[in-house]
């Protein structure tokens, strides 16, 4: 169930910070269904269809002549299995957006951090989970003292001997 939660985070945050939706969270819905068809029909992972594998044969029957999956199940059979994904990723969708709104500030505070420089390790976080600053310089500040340093590089290398400052 973690896996799914992480899976619709992006879509949460993208609500929740961007008030917006983006087709950027298509592959995390896509790998979430994905993984709730496989608990709910070969993992036996639904409380209403039981341990019963509803996933295709993959033996080895039809190796020179493989044959489309085609279901061993009934229609109504199908419709729970339908249902039974649907509730899956319904109940990961809604803890995780639990577990983002309560620990909303928390996040932005990261965000916000990412944003200024882009790269934080797990001490950087910590400082800020306990209400800290950070006290590093920023991409930028650094990409300014490394193209000071390269234009005084460069002015020292063009100087003729003999010249004074």
């Known amino acids: 169930m973690a896996l799914l939660q992480v899976c619709f985070s992006g879509r949460i945050a993208e609500e929740i910070f961007c008030d917006d939706l983006s087709s950027g969270a298509e592959s995390d819905i896509q790998q979430a269904t994905k993984i709730a068809r496989q608990m709910v029909l070969t993992w036996g992972m639904s409380e209403q269809l039981g341990l019963v594998n509803y996933g295709p044969d993959v033996g080895m029957d039809n190796v020179l002549y493989p044959m489309p999956f085609e279901k061993e199940y009934s229609e109504k059979t199908a ?3 339908d ?6 990723t319904d109940e990961a969708y809604k803890k995780a957006k639990e577990l983002i709104d309560a620990d909303k500030d928390n996040l932005q505070r990261i965000a916000e951090a990412l944003l200024k420089y882009e790269t934080l390790d797990a001490e950087d976080v910590k400082i800020i989970l306990e209400g800290g600053e950070l006290d590093k310089p920023t991409v930028a500040d650094l990409l300014v003292a490394e193209q ?9 290398e063009n100087k003729q001997p003999g010249q004074s400052s």
């Open 83 to 88: 249902r039974e994904i649907k509730a899956i």
């Open 79 to 81: 419709e729970q299995i």
């Open 148 to 156: 000071a340093r390269n234009e005084k590089s460069n002015s020292e």
